[in-house]
């Protein structure tokens, strides 16, 4: 059976099974699905939450907690097209801007620094969500996509931005080459997670938010790409997930970008459906 046969059969049985888990989840739950309801519902689930910062709806899809801007224009597009996790996903929303609105005036500190990856277009929509603290900083890594500088803590990450960098007194060199250095050390090797996949598979790595925050580490990509003969070919279709394949032919890459996509358009966090191919001196776009 050919790699694409197989990617298919795939995703056609995860799609159907989604859709069937959740269908009667949806009906129960009667989230409106026009954009002034939904902005309506979530912006009365988050006063349930935070009863101590005003929640005013600005438009539709656009609210204001205190000073902070929200805007819902993904997590609605994800409810459009996965109704039945819109409630889970909902919810989770809810509980990140929460602890968000929490955790805004804690001090920054120089071990809470990290990376993460994401797209150039959806750090323009984030910088209108952030209050006056000052320009979030970010760095290119290819194409379309740029590394952030943020501050993890045990209720919520943040953007790091100028105030903060200011706080620290640190340059903005100081301050990428601080948080990469710390997310080398909190998470675990490259080679110990990532094992060379042959030809006709994909390896994934899941299940932690700073998997795709790896793609900042390119040095550390070198084994796995020596290990599958020189070729190294990845995707990032949501905040969390990272493809890769030890193949370049045209069908291993059609099958690969197929899947990105697919999994992307699910996703709650969708990333990039765009291919990168690693080379020692970073990542390259796969047109």
């Known amino acids: 059976m050919s790699i694409r ?19 009667g989840t949806a009906r129960a739950q ?10 309506a519902f979530v912006a009365e689930r988050i006063r349930a939450e935070i009863r101590d910062t ?24 994800f409810c459009k097209a996965n109704a ?34 994401r797209s150039a277009d959806y750090m323009r929509q984030a910088l209108r969500e952030v209050d006056a603290r000052g320009p979030a900083l970010m760095r290119p890594l ?15 990450v943040r953007v790091f931005n100028d105030k903060d960098r200011a706080a620290l007194g640190l340059t903005q060199d100081q301050v990428f080459d601080l948080a990469i250095g710390n997310l080398r050390s909190s998470v675990k090797p490259l080679t110990t997670v990532a094992k060379a996949v042959p030809s006709g598979q994909f390896g ?32 990032a279709p949501s905040a969390d997930l990272v493809l890769y394949a030890s193949e370049d032919s045209s069908a291993a890459i059609d099958a690969l970008r197929t899947l990105a996509r697919n999994m992307m358009a699910r996703a709650p966090k969708p990333l990039s459906g765009t291919l990168l191919r ?3 001196k970073g990542w390259q776009l796969v047109r």
Do not use: H, M
């Not at 996903?89 to 990376?115: F, H, M, Q």
């Open 142 to 156: 290819a194409e379309g996509l740029v590394i952030v500088p943020v501050l993890d803590s045990p209720r919520a």
């Open 5 to 23: 046969s197989r990617i298919c059969r795939w995703l056609i049985a995860a799609i159907v099974a989604g859709d069937l888990v959740g269908a």
């Open 204 to 235: 994934t790595l899941t299940g932690d938010y700073y998997q795709t925050s790896r793609l900042a580490l390119i040095d550390s990509w070198a084994p796995l790409a020596q290990a599958q003969g020189g070729v190294l070919i990845v995707a």
């Open 84 to 117: 039945g996790g819109c409630g889970r996903e909902i919810g989770a929303y809810v509980s990140g801007v929460k602890a968000t609105a929490s955790s805004r005036n804690d001090p920054p500190t120089r071990a809470a620094l990290r990376v993460v990856v």
């Open 278 to 280: 690693w080379t020692p």
């Open 30 to 39: 009667q989230i409106p699905a026009d954009e002034p309801g939904f902005t």
């Open 54 to 77: 005003p929640v005013v709806i600005k438009g539709p899809l656009t609210l204001s907690v205190g000073p902070l801007q929200t805007n819902l224009d993904r997590i609605y597009a």
